[in-house]
């Protein structure tokens, strides 16, 4: 039987491409849904799923960055990208041959890419594709709303200011997210998977799903045999365990 991820963090838009799939590919089974970027890189790592339907802009990791670390974690599962991206996006999805879904999705689009899917079962997914694919959206993206550069948080009855880039890492704790300095830590009201997107990603790297760290603030990285990597900081005396299928966003480290 072929298996399939869901990733996208709208339940509405979840919910109706569960139900268009059940009318088109009755067959296919649903094995995961996500709602987020680390929790669906996980699950793929995990459940290894022929097709993966990733939102493109999802909390923490993006779809981009979820099918470009799987593609070392799961590399024959097949991704298709839902999006509200665009012409210019969606004419770099054409050129790289990648299956794309146009939100609002309808069934004669979805019908389509199932045949596709069907057809290339046997195919290993190109990987080169999917690269280009990244460096022309990269370069033709435009200008998007600043990352945050500081931060208010609650340490006892004390509310401080702090900024950003003195953030070691971030860590999820329950609703809220706990920001670790060099001199401690200050509790945020902000859960992490919404921190997550407004932070700057060319300096924070989600490395599992409770914990974003502050690259400037990685001393070193060690990897291990199972896959795994843990990495040492600068001014705070911890290691953070780097979860197998976040590793690939490590690679040039």
């Known amino acids: 039987m072929t298996t399939a991820l869901i ?64 593609a070392e974690a799961s590399p024959n599962t097949q991704v298709v990208f839902t999006t509200a991206y665009d012409q210019y996006a969606i004419d770099a999805f054409e050129r790289g041959a990648i299956d794309y879904l146009l939100k609002p999705i309808t069934t004669e689009r979805l019908t389509a890419t199932v045949q596709r899917i069907k057809a290339r079962a046997a195919a290993v997914p190109d990987a080169s594709a999917l690269a280009a694919l990244l460096r022309d959206l990269n370069a033709g993206s435009g200008p998007n709303k600043p990352p945050l550069t500081w931060i208010t948080a609650s340490n006892g009855r004390e509310t401080r200011l702090i900024m950003v880039d003195d953030v070691a890492y971030f860590r999820a704790d329950n609703k809220y997210t706990v920001a670790m300095t060099a001199d401690g830590e200050a509790l945020l009201r902000t859960p992490i998977r919404e921190l997550a997107m407004m932070l700057d990603p060319n300096n924070f790297k989600q490395i599992h799903r409770s914990t974003i760290v502050n690259l400037r603030a990685v001393a070193s990285i060690v990897r291990d045999d199972t896959g795994k990597g843990t990495l040492r900081l600068k001014q705070r005396p911890e290691t953070l365990v780097v979860s197998q299928p976040f590793m690939t966003l490590f690679r040039h480290m």
């Open 7 to 70: 990733a996208e963090d709208e339940a509405l838009l979840l919910k109706a491409l569960r139900e268009l799939l059940a009318t088109t590919w009755p067959e296919l089974e649903i094995i995961a849904e996500c709602d987020d970027g680390a929790s669906a890189l996980e699950a793929i790592d995990q459940h290894r799923p022929d097709i993966a339907f990733l939102d493109i802009r999802m909390p923490g990791l993006s779809g981009l960055e979820v099918a470009s670390a799987a």
